[in-house]
């Protein structure tokens, strides 16, 4: 049995599931040694009282299951979360705004409860004991549904003044581009998400220029950005040259926190990242291209996230166990 001082769990919340991991978190060393001791997944429920109730009976199933109680635990969660671990607002999380949740977690659960952003959470995993280990700067770039990021700076994981830097995917990067989910036109994350490359795939489509895309789906309409995936892999010309526009698109903001934050490593993750080290190879090729005098500084550090879908609630446990 895992000394009780030292078995935490971190919790990742996205806007389709709950994902709880135990594991000896403050012992580990890199992602090897990463060796989860129980996990429990579960479908959100887009109520704030309902999230809860998840949380607590995964803790309870996952504690029964490692044979002791937990000594703290972590949350990352989707959304604006500020200092005291309030959820300000998500718009992965319809309807939860101002949810306490951290007050109410360590409440109902008598232990120390860390609340932060899943990306924040992420970005930690990644820079304590994944692809960015070692490196003292470090930004996070994850593609999924939306865009998150996080920042390690000196050493430490940079927050802001409020709790809530890391909203890169929300930077305007068009002015007058088509509007978001969340009423804003042109932020980076319409262009650079699963979305965007659905998007990007159905317009070829439609103008005619991504004909194998429409065989596999069966219209314009119903190409998604998994088919541009299995295109990929299959090595279809035009897959190809769709993912380096892709690439290049995500780049642009790359190369933006390139300049305001002189990084040593990039690292790119979400669940974009199956498609594999070629979707980094083309970021990495285009980063070095947009970064201001890159012929004449160091390269940054353009790398695969090792955790993959784990990286949050990793990060959430790893910060977690460092709390107490």
């Not at 526009?245 to 934050?261: I, K």
């Not at 690292?267 to 594999?276: A, E, F, H, K, N």
Request: aromatic share 8%.
């Amino acid at each position: 049995m895992v000394d009780k001082l030292s078995l935490h769990c971190g919790f990742d919340i996205g806007g389709t599931k709950i994902l709880g991991i135990a594991a000896d978190y403050a012992n580990l060393g890199s992602a090897d040694d990463f060796r989860p001791l129980a996990v429990r997944r579960m479908l959100v429920i887009e109520d704030s009282s309902a999230i809860v109730q998840s949380i607590l009976k995964m803790v309870g199933e996952l504690e029964s299951e490692c044979g002791q109680s937990f000594s703290s635990v972590g949350v990352g969660i989707a959304g604006i979360v500020d200092r005291e671990g309030v959820l300000r607002y998500s718009p992965n999380i319809q309807g939860v705004y101002d949810f306490e949740i951290r007050s109410i977690l360590q409440t109902e659960l008598g232990c120390p409860v860390v609340v932060e952003n899943d990306c924040t959470a992420a970005t930690w995993a990644e820079s304590q004991i994944g692809a960015g280990r070692g490196s003292r700067y470090m930004a996070l770039v994850a593609l999924g549904t939306g865009i998150g990021t996080g920042f390690v700076l000196d050493g430490k994981l940079y927050k802001g003044w409020n709790g809530f830097a890391g909203e890169s995917g929300h930077m305007t990067v068009e002015q007058t581009g088509d509007k978001h989910l969340t009423g804003a036109r042109g932020p980076w994350e319409y262009y650079v998400s699963g979305p965007g490359l659905r998007r990007l795939a159905q317009s070829a489509a439609a103008r005619g220029d991504f004909g194998s895309a429409i065989e596999r789906a069966g219209s314009v309409d119903a190409v998604q950005s998994e088919h541009v995936h299995s295109l990929i892999v299959d090595n279809d010309p035009r897959a190809m040259d769709l993912l380096d526009d892709f690439c290049r698109y995500t780049a642009v903001g790359v190369a933006n926190l390139v300049h305001v934050l002189d990084p040593e490593t990039v690292v790119i993750g979400g669940g974009l990242i199956d498609i594999g080290e070629q979707l980094v190879d083309g970021i990495r090729k285009w980063t070095f291209h947009y970064v201001l005098g890159g012929e004449y500084r160091p390269k940054v550090k353009v790398a695969a996230a090792q955790l993959a879908s784990n990286a949050a609630a990793v990060g959430a446990g790893l910060l977690a166990a460092s709390s107490v």
